[in-house]
């Protein structure tokens, strides 16, 4: 694979380009933009988590002033069959948990929208619900595929043998519980209809999908649908696909003929925007007495919607980060009267790497070897099902990471250091994820003034997106930055991929890096050099490029470390430092890319000792349903962190050499907080968050 024509940008700390807009209050979000004649829309949601609406009583809603309309299922304009059921709002009486929306109120304020929402009378057949995930339900079953079209189950050699012979066991579960992912951009969506065109301005990780979604609903031809998503407060998937906002404001600014602005409230987001599902995994580990691993077993179950069937994959972490002759990975899921879970960070790994990164901690400690070494002894150049990796410097990030931590003399006894009231502790783990590429398209234009239009549907959620796309583009040019306009964030400039799988920078810039060679070309060749007064302009798609890669497992890799202190009076736990060393190919934009691993750390360490989401199993709704029931890390938690990269080629990615850094930083973040946590005071906490009271 060629290389990009220059290397002035990729590689060099670049401030973001929007940085100024941002911190001006500059940057227009979903429903920010001023829009004449806008009105507001305010959704109903059902108070019980099964059965079924009987009617809906408007009069009192359309009595408030400034009410204009209320739909319900009995008047909602149809819509189209879509992949997503969950989207399928307003069409039947069914409801299939806490939360879903049965109503909608568009008013001429919010506040009128609000108040009628609250007068709106929901008459419901209720019937009893099932909301609990249990390692015994009997609804669980083994799907054949799982998240991220993954199988369900990898199997080799013979496990119940290897795990027998071996002189060094672990058998353990480990629980995770439900997490929301908290952006600070709720979902939120403007919408209006323009001589048959529909044009929605939405809080979304792909504009590209939400257009492809609105035209299905609403049989539309794509190119009669416009989504933009110029500026996006965060997602962490969960606005990887759309949500149920975009659906209801482009149906409502159809209902009443004006553009409609849908805000979800920080509450809704709760049922209405996703969810990471609880999960509990056994996870068992045989090494011989030299630490050489023979068997992993690793069974996972999680918890889906009765809408649809979606299955954390958290047993595949395993099939990359360790392979012994002996090894099954499987899944189970169950089908609860609950909102449908999502994509949230690191989806499967980082729920997988706490179990399985804490089942290596247990093995450590019961062969009586050091963690850093034991993970070292069991590296792997193949993945479980044999394919060999594109590159891995998961060796070199534990190493270095040990030198930079100071590793070196660790005393492995737990409970054995002290300094004043507190137990000191340190911990390790080891992260990996996926290096994603997706089809994309982009366009460049050259201008005769000698600038640049660069233009891909990426979408900057907060990453850095559209600097890391300008740098790109200006080294496949071979010119200077400043020369480059980059557009991002509209669905009018061709598909793209998901701001999500961390797998935007490597796919966005292919097809960037492929624009703006076949763009220099089509200069020298058609015209001798130089651009004629009306530019010249070309696009690219790298559908068939990706398709003619060679087979790998492509992933990226990285070190976590851990120290904290515990009191052990009270069991509050205060994380001194984190350090997380990665190997993630070519890292385009330092500054960025270490704010990616820092904030996945920091979500990480949120994780370990915070984050959990209460369902109260009698009515199915969430009672820790806002930010302050909802603990999310704040600065005042936030210890110093170091971030590290281990400088890494790899021939097999795509013309950068890039990985994915958005998820990478959390995988395997809670295991190194719960790992040090056992080194601090000898208790093993298997069930996250680590509260105090889990300590005693
Ligand atoms: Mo990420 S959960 O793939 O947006």
New binding site residues.
Partial sequence: MTTLRTAANVGTAQPRLEAREKVTGQALYAVDRPLPGAVYAWPVQAAFARGRVKGVDTAPALAIDGVLAVLWHGNAPRLEPANDPTLLVLQSPGVAFHGQVVALVVATTLESAREGAEAVVVQAEVQPADTVLRADHPGLYEPATVNAGYVGRVEKGDFDAGFAAAEVRVDATYRTPIEHHNPMEPHATTAFWERGRLVVFDAT?SSTTVRDTLAALFELPPQLVRVQNEHVGG???SK?QPRVNVVLAAMAARFVGRPVKLALSRQMLFALAGYRTPTIQRVRLGADRNGRLLALAHDAISQTSRLVEFTEQSAVVSRVLYNPPDHVTTHRVVALDVPPPT?????GDCPGSFALESAIDELAIAGNWDPVQLRIGNDTATDAEGLPFSSRHLVECLRHGADLFGWAGRDPRPAARREGRWLLGTGVASASFPAITWPSTATARATADEHFEVAVNAADIGTGARTVMRQIAADALGCDASRVEITVGDSAIGPAAV????MGTSSWGWAVTKACRLLIERIERDHDGSVPPEGVAVSADTTADIAARDEYARHAFGAQFCALRVDPSTGEVRIDRMLGVFAAGRIINPTTARSQLLGAMTMGASMALMEQTILDPRSGDFVTSDLASYHVAVNADVPRIDVEFVPEEDPHLNPMGSKGI??LGIVGAAAAVANAVHHATGTRVRSLPITPSSLF
């Fill in positions: 990780q997602g962490f998937g990887g994509w949230m960070r690191a989806p701001a999500g799988g961390s958005g998820e």
